[in-house]
């Protein structure tokens, strides 16, 4: 059965500072990994896609097939960055649909 | 574009009763996807839609629950005679057919028994 983990569900940097929030999963077939993202009092929403290989608001993660990582990394946090975090692999199930397993998530704090 | 549409935002129920949690995919959107969250768990996959079809419910409770997505109207969650452990955030989200650039989720419904 795929499972996604976050060890850290509490995260905090200064602003200005690198961060990289974890992100291990494990899944017997070809995985598609996302990282999504909430801020306060809004809904979640997609942040980025390892298929795309993109960039959004200076996000970048990188899947490791030898790790089945997929840390989301940032080398310069801003305190607008602030929220929490959810990894989530997509599986293929019946009818070509893809149902999502989360990660319990990890909320970043970034000080001024 | 108004997205994807939940309602109610905030729903408090007395053990027993029925709740009934409301979803509107977006535009153009034909699977609806709901997800529960427990507090301090991550989402759990409940059930996946289409129009009039339930594809897969392998993440719904055998019992007290239930989806249904019309041919028209919104999809509906139904949980009958609640119980306190389920209280809970309930979220749904919505793809087009080629959903591998993920979903858009709803702000959910908060359910609160009592």
């Known amino acids: 059965a795929q499972r996604v983990t976050q060890p850290e569900k509490l995260l905090s940097v200064f602003k200005g500072a690198p961060v990289e929030l974890k992100c291990n999963y494990s899944?017997?077939?070809?995985?598609?990994l996302f990282w999504y993202v909430q801020y306060s009092r809004q809904r979640l929403q997609l942040l980025l896609r390892?298929?795309s290989r993109e960039s959004i608001k200076g996000f970048t993660a990188d899947l490791n097939k030898g790790e089945t990582s997929f840390h989301l990394k940032k080398p310069f946090a801003q305190e607008e960055d602030s929220a929490m975090y959810y990894c989530?692999?997509?599986?293929?199930?019946?009818?070509?649909?893809?149902?999502?397993?989360f990660g319990s998530g990890t909320q970043l704090t970034v000080l001024p | 574009n108004a997205g994807v549409m939940q309602n109610p935002r905030h729903l408090v129920r007395r053990r027993g009763q029925e709740a009934r949690l409301r979803c509107s995919p977006m535009?153009?959107?034909?699977?609806v996807y709901w997800y529960r969250q427990l507090p301090e768990e991550g989402l759990k996959f409940m059930v996946y839609?289409?129009?009039?079809?339930?594809?897969?419910e392998s993440g719904m409770p055998k019992e007290r629950f239930s989806a249904e997505f019309p041919k028209e109207g919104p999809s509906i969650l139904r949980i009958q005679q609640v119980v306190r452990g389920d209280s809970a955030a309930y979220f749904c989200?919505?793809?087009?057919?080629?959903?591998?650039?993920?979903?858009?989720f709803g702000s959910g419904t908060r359910l609160t028994v009592v």
């Open positions: 390892h298929i």
């Open positions: 989530a692999l997509s599986k293929v199930t019946s009818g070509s649909a893809r149902q999502l397993t």
């Open positions: 839609l289409q129009k009039e079809n339930i594809i897969d």
């Open positions: 899944y017997s077939g070809s995985p598609e």
């Open positions: 989200a919505s793809s087009p057919i080629d959903s591998l650039y993920g979903y858009t």
């Open positions: 535009k153009g959107h034909s699977h």
